[in-house]
């Protein structure tokens, strides 16, 4: 949170929060998720927390889970919600990130910000007088990760000292993995290939809190006796060079195989949109162990319960 404006909370990384407040956050999503059984979901919850308060949601990548989840978030809570687009703002037209940050802060009471350069975002929380939420950057993805530990908390696992498997790119998901697993004490096998590695800046914050992240060339060792299989999908929006890409991927795609090696109780997750033959098997993603629905529902809850901490009633 360096530089950011004094007195806002903003949302950048998990560790802008730290472990306490990630652990109250996953026990209010689980709570609320609770009391909304058998409710309409277009229904306000019924304390209403941020009744009055409005979000500015700007989205300069293509989004259908972030989009809807933060909409539907607010709406639940009580406030109101604002979509912007790069191609319709004034950002598109080559206003500053600090100009609009100032303005929205005028008019808003939060901004969550979905955008390829993650130094955008952080200009953003330096002039913004309100909270900044990360809603996707190319470094992290902290909203998907609140809502991942909440889903298999709610599965049953014990989030310290379990084992997570990661496999494939090194990209924005791991990191905030990463950064959770030295927040909430478990530990991180990652099987990628050479040149795709994670920004070993999170791998050395999470093994100085104590996590270990082990990184490996070979798929099997790392999904071997893992908890938790997690991919992702290898081709993201604006990457070039696929095909070579795909070629050095392949040999790290989640097949009905690799989840043997897993615990038999292990569980699997995938952010989506997923690319189904590529990164995982419809096998596995259809399949028993697969819990990637209630962790695209928990989204919603995720981030009504990151909204709360932003705004100062939780954590």
């Known amino acids: 949170m360096s530089g950011a404006a004094k007195g806002a909370r903003h949302f950048l990384n998990l560790s802008d929060a730290g472990g ?9 999503a689980i709570d609320r998720k609770g009391a909304r059984q058998g409710l309409p979901k277009g229904a306000v919850d019924r304390d209403a927390p941020l009744a009055g308060r409005t979000l500015a949601m700007i989205f300069e990548k293509n989004s259908t889970r972030t989009r809807v989840s933060f909409d539907m978030a607010i709406r639940q809570l009580g406030g109101t919600s604002l979509i912007l687009d790069g191609g319709t703002s004034q950002l598109g037209r080559g206003e500053t990130v600090a100009d609009t940050a100032r303005v929205l802060s005028r008019m808003c009471d939060a901004i969550m910000i979905r955008t390829d350069d993650h130094a955008k975002i952080e200009e953003m929380a330096r002039h913004a007088t309100v909270p900044v939420i990360n809603g996707l950057t190319d470094l992290s993805h902290p909203c998907q990760i609140v809502a991942d530990l909440l889903t298999v908390i709610e599965h049953g ?7 997570w498997a990661w496999l494939g790119d090194g990209n924005n998901v791991l990191h ?18 050479e040149g795709y590695d994670p920004d070993p800046a999170f791998i050395a914050e999470a093994e100085k809190a104590g996590a270990r992240i082990t990184l490996s060339r070979d798929a099997a060792t790392a999904a071997s006796g893992a908890d938790v299989v997690v991919t992702d999908t290898w081709i993201s929006m604006g990457q070039s060079h696929a095909e070579e890409k795909l070629a050095a991927m392949m040999p790290y795609q989640v097949t ?9 109780d292990a569980k699997f997750l995938h952010c989506l949109p997923a690319h189904r033959e590529e990164e995982v098997v419809s096998a596995v993603i259809d399949g028993p162990q697969s819990l990637i629905w209630d962790e695209a529902e ?7 319960s990151v909204l709360l ?7």
């Open 309 to 315: 901490w932003a705004f100062g009633l939780l954590g």
């Open 256 to 264: 009905e195989a690799l989840m043997a090696l897993a615990k038999p």
């Open 176 to 193: 905030s993995i990463i950064e959770a697993a030295g927040l909430m004490k478990f530990d991180v096998r990652i099987g990628c290939p």
């Open 20 to 28: 306490d407040a990630l652990a109250a956050m996953i026990g209010d």
């Open 157 to 163: 696992l014990a989030l310290p000292g379990s084992q």
């Open 298 to 304: 928990n989204r919603l809850h995720a981030q009504k």
